[in-house]
């Protein structure tokens, strides 16, 4: 993908008529939870891993049937301090974070992949997936 594209859709990105409003801000809270240190384009692929999962039949077919999966975000887990974080609408991060939402429900640029995991793990599943890209902090395959 072309960093010039990715970086003129942020900036000219208007929200997702044709999904639900409850998704987008789904899809951004985890983006935003999962990726919030990462540079736009980490960000973007987290939001394209939820949006291709529920586009598989290996998954739920819905975001939340995705996102509330056991073991899956970890952001979703009660014991991870950061599930509790209180998001600013002002905050930068949070806007980020939903125009990246916004690309992935509307199925651009049209990444496919569907796992991620931070570079500090070596899961165990990894082992059998197709390394697609590595941004910061995380590292996105194909299962």
Known sequence: MNLVYLALSLLHAG???????????MVADAVY????????????LVAAVIVN?????RWPNSIKGVL?????????DSSNSRSSIQIGADDPNWRRSLLCAD???RGEPG??????HSTAVDPEWNKSAV???VVGNHVF???
Request: aromatic fraction near 12%.
């Open 53 to 57: 999962r529920v586009h598989d039949g």
């Open 131 to 133: 390394l697609r890209n």
């Open 68 to 76: 509330e999966q056991r073991a899956q975000f970890s952001i979703f």
């Open 103 to 105: 690309m992935a429900l």
């Open 33 to 44: 939870r999962e990726a919030e240190g990462e540079m736009d384009l980490g960000k973007c």
């Open 141 to 143: 395959l194909e299962l």
């Open 111 to 116: 990444w496919t992949y569907n796992h991620f």
């Open 15 to 25: 929200p997702v008529a044709s999904f639900q409003h409850q998704s987008r801000l």
